[in-house]
């Protein structure tokens, strides 16, 4: 039998699968049917037998290609290895696999063809497509249809390249036809188009076009049916984890872009298609939420809150997953839900929160449940007293300690947000405080988004990566609203990683934008570890001494709207991180007293918040935290050694590569006080509080 002989070396498989592509070629123009087929879905210009794509067609008769093959030298062990023919088990000859059928060639990177997918002509067929079976050089899980060929044939562009994943092959030569066109355009990227050989879109294809295009823009195309939402939710986990830009097109019912290419001239048809690209997460959100009317989960999302809250709990990861697009989803879902878009967005964070374990943006018991959210809003407590909102997290890891406490002090609405992401997996923690700009509803709604997006894409990132998120997605929700109406907020991020080479077996890294702070003890004294970002401190920086203590102390040049974000790492603790108004109400010899002193953070936390709501100046946030091994009240010299911050700045991919100095990098001469903090940016107008 074939299968007990030894397979035929990989050069002559590339060779035999060379032949068979350059004998369908030759035969394609014998067929009338195939003809059709390429005429009916616009892409007659690949029968070309010299072109790039070598479309061909393979003759009814069971044994015209193995003779063709035998005659050139090939034999019968090479043809069955390569996938080409069978040995029949009853007359042990060898017959050809692919018989009246359209032939589409399949290369490698390098444009060698590997092996073949084949479209039924006859319409008798069980299978319309079948592809050449698992052969030492065609593993259909490593390969594209398309990738070589347009890697040999670059198409024309300027910029980052685009690349569109279709369905089938007559797909990407339609594409490609459409690409063409419209390359005719001053200023267009150039467009690939790939499709996977009858597999779903696997992680290693997708390695294989980021390391073959890199920072290309990825598009999944995707049909208007119920097949092509089954596709989409298969692929989703695999494409949202592209590193670059990652978008989905539906396309009508019933339509694949062959079909809107056969209607429609090229450039035209490109631009129909282009026209429906979206954010892949929010084509994955509106298929989600379509499901859940299908399927009767919700009904009347207007009418009963439990709809709403089924909604938002089941998209909140896709708005986590496409920060930029947060404005363009909140409408698409509002306008499926029948809701207000703002309504939206603020269900779906709380929603997050609740399934992330940290409701009410405080440190939760570590073994406790998330309590289900409740239905309406949470009341406002009374303003004549101090309010603080605070739960004890003694034993949220194995490596750190934390209590964080939120007082209103006199405000109806509490502007302040405090949240904590843990990952069990990694060990690594983060924790996000953010204090409003003002003080209306959507600066509380801009510093809840910004904890909740800045800590969940720091756990999978670092700091300045999750302040970046945050800042696309709060941009993205109020793009287009008047300044007046738009939230804001500063943000401080701390990451702790466990290392078992520093003291205390925890390294720490910092990102913040804006005036919110965050202290240690260096020496038994209390340290900044941040700096403001203020036109008061850029002018103190500058020698500009008249800038002190006046207004332009509440100006800031950076918030997570705009501005710089500045990052630091750190090799030791403690923590002590808070809003502007509670580092301007309680003086620093009271804070260093509270962080070095330290022995429960809870505690502590509580304490600082009560004494700023005892004075009525507005809503304070703190955060504590400490190395488990290294308690303050025992610790109160960290011997932390400083180093100088950069201002991070650029695409969240660039960000998401930060890499933080490692220790020694910096020379001990750098200013022990003042090492740490990062310059600002000079402000066009400075936010006031």
């Known amino acids: 039998m074939a299968s007990d002989r030894p397979a035929a070396p990989p050069e002559r498989l590339y060779a035999v699968n060379t032949a068979a592509a350059q004998f369908y070629a030759d035969r394609l123009n014998t067929s009338r049917k195939a003809g059709r087929y390429l005429h009916s879905h616009g892409i007659s210009g690949a029968a070309d037998p010299t072109g790039p794509w070598q479309v061909g067609y393979a003759p009814g008769r069971w044994t015209e290609l193995a003779g063709h093959l035998q005659a050139a030298g090939f034999s019968e062990e090479e043809v069955t290895s390569a996938g080409l023919g069978f040995i029949h088990s009853r007359s042990g000859h060898l017959l050809d696999r692919f018989r009246d059928r359209l032939i589409f060639p399949v290369t490698d990177a390098h444009n060698r063809v590997v092996g073949f997918t084949a479209r039924d002509l006859t319409g008798r067929a069980e299978a319309k497509w079948i592809n050449t079976p698992e052969t030492p050089i065609y ?386 004294q209390l340290a900044q570890i941040t700096a403001d970002h203020t036109v008061g401190r850029q002018r103190r920086d500058q020698a500009e001494s008249r800038a002190l203590g006046s207004i332009a102390d509440l100006l800031l040049t950076s918030s997570v709207r705009a501005g710089d974000i500045s990052v630091c790492p750190l090799d030791e603790g403690p923590l002590l991180l808070c809003n502007s108004t509670l580092h301007r109400a309680v003086p620093e010899d009271r804070l260093a007293a509270e962080l070095a002193g330290m022995s429960d953070a809870q505690a502590t936390a509580d304490r600082l918040v009560s004494a700023v709501g005892q004075q009525g100046v507005g809503s304070a946030a703190v955060l504590l935290i400490h190395a488990r091994s290294a308690p303050p009240a025992r610790v109160t010299s960290t011997g932390t050694v400083a180093r100088a911050a950069v201002v991070a700045s650029g695409s969240a991919a660039a960000l998401a590569k930060i890499s933080f100095t490692r220790p020694g990098a910096v020379p001990a001469t750098a200013p022990p006080a003042e090492a740490g903090m990062g310059r600002q940016s000079r402000p066009s107008a400075g936010r006031r509080r």
């Not at 989905?248 to 209607?263: C, F, N, S």
């Not at 009317?293 to 709809?307: A, C, G, L, Q």
């Not at 034993?395 to 947000?417: C, K, L």
């Not at 924790?431 to 209306?440: C, E, K, N």
């Open 139 to 524: 593993q259909k899980r490593l390969l594209l249809y398309g990738l070589g060929q347009q890697l040999t044939n670059r198409p024309a562009g300027v910029g980052n390249p685009v690349v569109f994943v279709v369905e089938g092959a007559a797909d990407v030569l339609a594409m490609h036809r459409m690409a063409a066109a419209h390359a005719a355009i001053p200023k267009t990227p150039p467009v690939y188009a790939v499709a996977p050989c009858g597999t779903n879109l696997t992680r290693e294809q997708l390695d294989l076009i980021q390391q073959t295009l890199p920072g290309a823009h990825l598009i999944l195309s995707f049909d208007g049916d119920d097949a092509g939402r089954r596709a989409a939710d298969r692929v989703y986990r695999v494409a949202s984890r592209w590193p670059g830009q990652v978008s989905g097109v539906r396309l009508p019912k019933g339509q694949d872009p062959a079909d809107v290419l056969a209607t429609m001239d090229p450039i035209f048809a490109m631009s129909e298609i282009v026209g429906a690209v979206q954010p892949l997460a929010q084509l994955q959100m509106t298929n989600t939420i379509s499901r859940l009317f299908d399927t009767k989960r919700i009904t009347d999302p207007v009418r009963f809150v439990e709809d709403r809250l089924t909604a938002y709990r089941a998209v909140a990861e896709l708005f986590v997953d496409a920060p930029h697009a947060t404005r363009e989803m909140a409408e698409a879902a509002a306008e499926q839900l029948g809701l207000d878009s703002t309504d939206v967005v603020r269900g779906v964070f709380e929603a997050w929160q609740a399934r992330t374990g940290a409701p009410g943006g405080t440190d939760p018991p570590p073994d406790a449940a998330p309590a289900p959210p409740h239905p309406e809003a949470r009341p406002i407590p009374p303003v004549d007293r101090p309010t603080p909102s605070s739960a004890r997290r003694q034993e949220e890891t194995r490596t750190t300690v934390s209590g964080a406490a939120r007082s209103v002090g006199g405000r109806i609405v509490d502007t302040t947000a405090v949240i904590t992401r843990h990952a069990s997996d990694s060990g690594i923690t983060v924790w996000a405080l953010a204090d409003g700009i003002g003080r209306h509803a959507q600066a509380a709604t801009a510093a809840q988004m910004a904890v909740d997006i800045a800590a969940t894409v720091t756990l999978r990132s670092n700091p300045a990566a999750g302040l970046h998120a945050a800042r696309a997605a709060i941009n993205a929700f109020y793009g287009g609203v008047h300044a007046s109406q738009a939230g804001d907020a500063s943000l401080l991020v701390v990451a702790a990683h466990p290392a078992e080479g520093n003291r205390h077996g925890v390294r720490w890294e910092v990102a913040w934008a804006g005036d919110c702070r965050a202290y240690t003890i260096r020496a038994g």
